[in-house]
């Protein structure tokens, strides 16, 4: 069918994207669309990118339902930019923000945080290794707190939230969806703030993709640097300064591919497909391999898991790696290996790993 070998690309991101994204990318490349040149060496301001950037946003709006009250920026500095930036612009000297810290990722947004302001952590599932969600009854939000931020899916512990945290009325949610961006619908009109790097789930690295309720800019503060003010970033349309094209020219094909596949209901179904096949491997295997997150929290995107040893763990990388299986060895924080099963990774790629992983079992269980 092709003249180039794929592997089964299970990294955590960057991570695999989908093959029409990068055949149209290639078919571009010296000539886009008549103009002569790729997209790198266009102009931010000609009309051919307004339309690129334009197109993604409003894909972007069709995929999520993203209301009309909400802003969409392509930014920089990937979602750890943006851990310092959701406190510098939505809270205020004095006021205090709520961080449910449910793995590695959105322990780091609440150092950042800390750093610049007052913050209170509502939960921490740190000292259960991060294995687990909280319930809505262990959390005691300050109902007068700027924010309350979560990360919807921790990618390296691998526990996903299955619907938002109950906060108190009028305090908006704050989240970091970097790693599971695209892969279901979600209720935007829930949020205040979605920001998510591209390269786990929307494209490559080098764009950020940040939705912001309008009303919220109203509290970013004056005098903040141009290029950390999301007033400033909103208003101009992500053109303030030179955006990374050629990264949202691939984001706008990658949303392009999405809607052709059938939105975002469809592609969940997809993703749901996947992690149960693993997940069924990882139940059946009789203690073989063990997941790292507890049942009712687990992720469709990221599946940690270990084997009975670190010897065995070893074997499995190097040996997957010669079936063409890539990027399974897990976080150095969590150990043992990671399947990432974002949205381009085929079907058959979550079948050749179920495959392998049965027959590992078989050879060493
Ligand atoms: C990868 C990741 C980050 C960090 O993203 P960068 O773009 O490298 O800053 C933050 N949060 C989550 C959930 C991630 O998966």
């Known amino acids: 069918m092709s003249a180039y070998k794929r592997v089964h ?9 989908p ?8 078919a571009e490349m010296l000539d886009y669309q008549g103009t002569g040149m790729s997209v790198m060496e266009m102009s931010h301001r000609s009309k051919e990118f307004e339309t690129i950037i334009q197109t993604a946003e409003a894909d972007l709006r069709e995929l999520l339902g993203i209301p009309q009250n909400y802003k969409v920026m392509f930014l920089q500095g990937g979602a750890s930019l943006q851990f310092a930036m959701v406190a510098m612009n939505l809270r205020a000297a004095g006021a205090s923000a709520d961080y449910i810290i449910t793995g590695a990722w959105s322990r780091t947004a609440f150092k950042e945080a800390q750093k610049l302001g007052n913050t ?7 000292s259960e290794n991060f294995t687990r969600l909280p319930e809505d009854a262990e959390m005691s939000f300050d109902p007068n707190a700027a924010y309350v931020h979560f990360c919807h899916n921790e990618t390296i512990h691998g526990v996903e939230f299955k619907r938002e945290p109950v906060v108190p009325e009028g305090v908006p949610l704050v989240c970091d969806m970097s790693s599971d961006f695209l892969s279901q619908p979600i209720d935007v009109s829930k ?3 979605i920001y998510a790097g591209a390269q786990k789930n929307a494209g490559p690295a080098g764009v950020t993709i940040v939705i912001v309720r309008e009303d919220l800019l109203a ?3 004056e005098k903040l640097p141009v290029m950390l003010d999301y007033k400033v970033l909103a208003e101009s349309g992500s053109l303030h300064n030179t955006p990374p094209c050629y990264a949202i020219y691939i984001t706008g094909l990658v949303l392009k ?3 052709g596949l059938g939105g975002l209901t469809k592609m969940y179904e997809i993703n749901r497909q996947k992690a149960d096949m693993v997940y069924k491997v990882i139940d059946e295997s009789g203690g073989f391999y063990r997941g790292h997150a507890r049942p009712e929290a687990r992720s469709i995107m990221n599946i940690p898991f270990r084997l009975p040893n670190e010897q065995l763990e070893d074997t499995f990388v190097k040996e997957a790696k010669k079936a ?14 990671r399947a990432s099963l974002y949205n381009a990774l085929p079907l058959e790629s979550a079948q050749a790993l179920v495959e392998f992983m049965k027959d590992f079992q078989q050879r060493y269980g």
């Open 191 to 193: 949020y205040g703030v």
């Open 257 to 259: 591919w999405l809607k």
């Open 219 to 221: 509290r970013v503060p």
């Open 19 to 26: 093959v029409p994204v990068l055949e149209q990318a290639q």
């Open 324 to 337: 063409d299986l890539i990027g399974l060895k897990g976080h150095r924080s969590v150990g043992g290996l």
């Open 9 to 17: 690309n299970f990294n955590p991101g960057p991570s695999v994207l």
């Open 120 to 126: 209170r952590v509502v939960f921490n599932g740190e």
